[in-house]
T-cell receptor, first 113, second 116 residues
Framework: AQSVTQLGSHVSVSEGALVLLRCNYS??????LFWYVQYPNQGLQLLLK??????LVKGINGFEAEFKKSETSFHLTKPSAHMSDAAEYFC???????????FGKGTRLSVIA | SAVISQKPSRDICQRGTSLTIQCQVD?????MFWYRQQPGQSLTLIAT?????????ESGFVIDKFPISRPNLTFSTLTVSNMSPEDSSIYLC?????????????FGQGTRLTVV
């Protein structure tokens, strides 16, 4: 079985500050890891994903995440927050094959001017 | 990448009624899934929509409440039956393309359902 824990249901940062959204996973098989963003009244958009290879993954909008197997983590970061980054962020885990993704509870990011 | 058109985008329904949500994919896909996102909660898998056979439901979800159809490789519907206010949620469909598996999962825009 797989599961995801996102620490912090709400994170607030100042514009220009570092964004750090935490995600820990549990998986009995090598995981595929994902970050999705959901803007108000919109669907899910893939930010980035890790499947195999390089553990530091770069995504859209300046976000990146690092897969750390020893820590079972896949935290999302962005060096400098922008007002347009305010949204709900979901971490998800999957594996090779056609199984559905398992999502964390989400973290709402607020950016303060 | 493939696109899912999900309808309706939102609805307000009376308790005791039913609502059918449609997802149309612009290309053939292998797997389709339905998720529920309750207020302040994560996406919870309702069922896997199997083409040509009955859907496979997750624990806590039953066919009588959430009947699903998947008549072909590009289309699926989810019905929320005999609704109550507790069914107020966002419902999303997801699909996997023929290649890439869940590394290429994509999602509909969601249906925001309010039951009054």
């Amino acid at each position: 079985a797989q599961s995801v824990t996102q620490l912090g249901s709400h994170v607030s940062v100042s514009e220009g500050a570092l964004v750090l959204l935490r995600c820990n996973y549990s998986s009995s098989v090598p995981p595929y890891l994902f970050w999705y963003v959901q803007y108000p009244n919109q669907g899910l958009q893939l930010l980035l994903k890790y499947t195999t290879g390089a553990t530091l993954v770069k995504g859209i909008n300046g976000f990146e995440a690092e897969f750390k197997k020893s820590e079972t983590s896949f935290h999302l970061t962005k060096p400098s927050a922008h007002m347009s980054d305010a949204a709900e962020y979901f971490c998800a885990v999957g594996n090779s094959g056609n199984t559905p993704l398992v999502f964390g509870k989400g973290t709402r990011l607020s950016v303060i001017a | 990448s493939a696109v899912i058109s999900q309808k309706p985008s939102r609805d307000i329904c009376q308790r005791g009624t039913s609502l059918t949500i449609q997802c149309q994919v612009d290309s053939q896909v292998t797997m389709m899934f339905w998720y529920r996102q309750q207020p302040g909660q994560s996406l919870t898998l309702i069922a896997t929509a199997n083409q040509g056979s009955e859907a496979t439901y997750e624990s806590g979800f039953v066919i009588d409440k959430f009947p699903i159809s998947r008549p072909n490789l590009t289309f699926s519907t989810l019905t929320v039956s005999n609704m109550s206010p507790e069914d107020s949620s966002i419902y999303l469909c997801s699909a996997l393309p023929p290649t890439g598996g869940n590394t290429e999962a994509f999602f509909g825009q969601g249906t925001r359902l309010t039951v009054v």
